[in-house]
């Protein structure tokens, strides 16, 4: 008799899955793919393991731009979605992830943009979407810098800083904007999970295990309780690390 084994939950943390695809001999029962990039190869890998995928898909507003040259505009993440849909890929196993959000104009412009493509295009009205945004320190001057040294230390961020700045009423256009939406979309601002039940869900599972003696376990477990940090099985780099793309505004060291 076949004893049912707990699922193993993977994840595709850093860098591009589209860049080398040895991560598909690695797939487990569970994955979570964190990614900018949806290539046509990509797609149909994701298509083939529709069973055992779920995206993460990120998106700022600042493909092909100078902070991420190398990564597809919003147009272009636009119809390669609409593609991975109509062909098939589970929409409710698709996260869309607006990371990072920079806390000025630019960042809102990027975010009123998002929300309409997202909640007003039939093909990608997603019900669910999540907000990062990047953490500024103030400095004794009044001014701020990036919270994370690996950006802040750069050479080509303090040549774009004007793009970077704080705005102080930033905060309060970006709740009002949630409001405006919150009959229409589900915003995570950072409460839930990383991985968590609403990836387990889409597979048929919660986050406990009963395994055949009647013992119950969890599926995934966090890092000294940390729902950011969940304790599972890394399919990309072990030690993440900023890949070839080098967006700027890239939380990984080089």
Known sequence: ??????PIVSYYKSGDPCLD???KEKLTEINIINTKHLSDDFINICLEQKNSIYLHVNITGMGKTVFEPNIPSVKETFFQLRKLIISGFPQKQILVVVNPILP????LKALKLLLR???????????YIRFNLINFKPLENGKYLIGNENISSRPQIKALSKYLNKDDSFITDYYKLI???????TIDKGDEALI???ELICFGFKNEWIDEKGNRDKIIFYDKNNKHKPIVNIISNTFPKRCSN???????KD
């Open 1 to 6: 008799m076949e004893i049912k084994q707990k």
């Open 21 to 23: 695809f040895s991560w």
């Open 104 to 107: 000025n104009t630019n960042g």
């Open 117 to 127: 493509i997202f909640s007003e295009f039939n093909q990608l009205r997603l019900r």
């Open 179 to 185: 409001s405006d939406y919150k009959t229409i979309i």
């Open 196 to 198: 968590g039940i609403k």
């Open 246 to 252: 080098k967006c700027l505004l890239c939380p990984w």
